[in-house]
């Protein structure tokens, strides 16, 4: 089993920027996709950014070009650096993640609210 906390979330101006962080622990060795997803009030949840064993990365349309998703070498941290924020980033992010068998993990999600 793998657990996952996110942290980092909270309230920004429109333009600014938030770094989020998932820490996972347990049977990590078995992963093979990190990512963030975020669902919004009324809304799917979407994937944001995913990122492989490989360090191959992916990102949503909506998000190219200002968010960054990165991780370290083993696997224990996964982040998301979110730049140039704009209101309709507003949501729950999830961190996510995929193992050898096809499972999947979620952490309980952090807030991060863009407004003025």
């Given at each position: 089993?793998?657990?996952?906390?996110?942290?980092?979330?909270?309230?920004?101006?429109?333009?600014?920027?938030?770094?989020?962080?998932?820490?996972?622990?347990?049977?990590?060795?078995?992963?093979?996709?990190?990512?963030?997803?975020?669902?919004?009030?009324?809304?799917?949840r979407e994937l944001v950014a995913?990122?492989?064993?490989?360090?191959?990365?992916?990102?949503?349309?909506?998000?190219?070009?200002?968010?960054?998703?990165?991780?370290?070498?083993?696997?224990?941290?996964?982040?998301?650096?979110?730049n140039s924020l704009k209101p309709?980033?507003?949501?729950?992010?999830?961190?996510?993640?995929?193992d050898v068998f096809g499972m999947?993990?979620?952490?309980?999600?952090?807030?991060?609210?863009?407004?003025?």
């Amino acid at each position: 089993q793998v657990q996952l906390v996110e942290s980092g979330g909270g309230l920004v101006q429109p333009g600014g920027s938030l770094r989020l962080s998932c820490a996972a622990s347990g049977s990590i060795l078995s992963i093979i996709v990190l990512g963030w997803y975020r669902q919004a009030p009324g809304k799917q949840r979407e994937l944001v950014a995913s990122i492989t064993r490989g360090g191959e990365a992916n990102y949503a349309d909506s998000v190219k070009g200002r968010f960054t998703i990165s991780g370290d070498n083993a696997k224990k941290t996964v982040s998301l650096q979110m730049n140039s924020l704009k209101p309709e980033d507003t949501a729950i992010y999830y961190c996510n993640t995929e193992d050898v068998f096809g499972m999947y993990a979620w952490g309980k999600g952090t807030l991060v609210t863009v407004s003025s």
